[in-house]
């Protein structure tokens, strides 16, 4: 049995797992933090209706976490064509590390911006004055996916530096 496969035959596995895993975890994330953060919304759209379009700054930003994740799977994903070019276990390992580095800090930035989204918008239809602090807690809250993104990037582009061909 002859095969045109040059690599590692376990290696393409790793490599769709972690682009499997980066949009998952990244999307658990982005669906916790829309979920508390609406709630947040909801409760606070009954006490002051005139303060809900301001206050879906939250759910919007949860939002984007999918997106970083679903960036990252794409990468990955692309990457992956053993056919063309020999695939490494090195190589999966890269991918795999880059969307578990995404997925899991989209997934820990989702929880801290349900969190904070929730308090958040009750506080400031209590305190109007709380909008901007919630703002920067948010950010700082995005950041940490933004991290995990940058460093997805990272880690995936050093997939196929494993050999000189």
Do not use: W
């Amino acid at each position: 049995m002859s095969s045109t496969f040059s690599g590692d035959e376990t290696a393409p596995f790793f490599g769709f797992l972690g682009a499997a895993a980066a949009l998952v975890f990244s999307c658990m994330g982005a669906a916790y933090g829309t979920a508390k953060s609406g709630v947040g919304v909801a409760s606070m759209g009954v006490m002051r209706p005139e303060l809900v379009m301001k206050s879906i700054v939250p759910v919007v930003m949860a939002g984007v976490l999918g997106i970083y994740g679903l960036i990252i799977a794409v990468i990955i994903s692309t990457g992956i064509n053993p056919k063309t070019k020999s695939y490494y276990l090195f190589d999966g390992y890269a991918h795999l590390s880059s969307g578990l580095a995404c997925g899991l800090a989209g997934l820990s930035a989702g929880m801290a911006i349900g969190i904070v989204g929730d308090a958040g918008v009750r506080a400031n239809a209590q305190q109007p004055k709380l909008f901007v602090g919630m703002i920067l807690i948010l950010i700082f809250a995005e950041a940490l996916a933004l991290y995990g993104l940058i460093v997805g990037i990272i880690l995936s582009s050093r997939a196929g530096q494993s050999r000189a061909e």
